[in-house]
């Protein structure tokens, strides 16, 4: 039982450059969410899920894409990267209530 | 704008002493959270508080839940280097949705 993954740890990108982060869960979680997290910001979330399938905006959605088309697994891609997106990113997931959050991916846009 | 203010940002304190950090929102949420977050990791749930007014205790932490459901308030008794983190609450709204604060940075030394 591996709670929530994340892959990669830390990823380096250079402007204009895509990627995307993956995040699975063997928890049977409806909800999961991504969230980043910088300097005196607490974590914001970015994209969401109430199931397999679906997908709603958060706080700060833009300059990011997500996708579920499995149950335990939640995308998070950044078409064109900014240095304005390098923070640390987490991914989360619940069903009711408490979240199981990830180790985190580090990126870092030069 | 955060939904959740939290204070103080920073908390230096020497082992023993006791510390109140509070979370304030002008907004009602369902259920307030409390997490504890250690370095390169994910934040890890301490508890959450539904109903207003209720207390509960987990060993030396004292957590509040505000009458009108806005606010909450962490209490720490006879703090110890252990208790070093980045203290985080959320709030919990509508779609299972979660509003994070800034943060508080706790720092015990022994």
């Known amino acids: 039982n591996a709670g929530v993954t994340q892959t990669p740890k830390f990823r380096v990108l250079k402007t204009g450059q895509s990627m995307t982060l993956l995040c699975a869960q063997d928890m049977n979680h409806e909800y999961m969410y991504w969230y980043r997290q910088d300097p005196g910001m607490g974590l914001r979330l970015i994209h969401y899920s109430v199931g397999e399938g679906t997908t709603a905006k958060g706080e700060v959605p833009d300059g990011y894409n997500v996708s579920r088309l499995k149950k335990q697994n939640f995308l998070l891609g950044l078409e064109s990267a900014a240095p304005s997106q390098t923070s640390v990113y987490f991914c989360?997931?619940?069903?009711?209530?408490?979240?199981?959050f990830g180790p985190g991916t580090r990126l870092t846009v030069l | 704008t955060q939904l959740l203010e939290q204070s103080p940002q920073f908390l230096s304190i020497q082992e023993g002493e006791n510390l109140t950090v509070y979370c304030n929102s002008s907004s009602v949420f369902s259920s307030l959270q409390w997490y504890r977050q250690e370095p390169g990791e994910g934040p890890v749930l301490l508890v959450t508080v539904v109903t207003g007014g209720e207390v509960k205790k987990l060993k030396r932490l004292t957590f509040q839940f505000g009458d009108a459901r806005k606010d909450s308030s962490l209490h720490i008794t006879a703090a110890q280097p252990g208790d070093t983190g980045l203290y985080l609450c959320a709030g919990q709204g509508g779609f299972n949705k979660f509003y994070f604060g800034s943060g508080t940075k706790l720092n015990v030394k022994p």
């Open positions: 989360a997931s619940t069903t009711a209530g408490e979240q199981f």
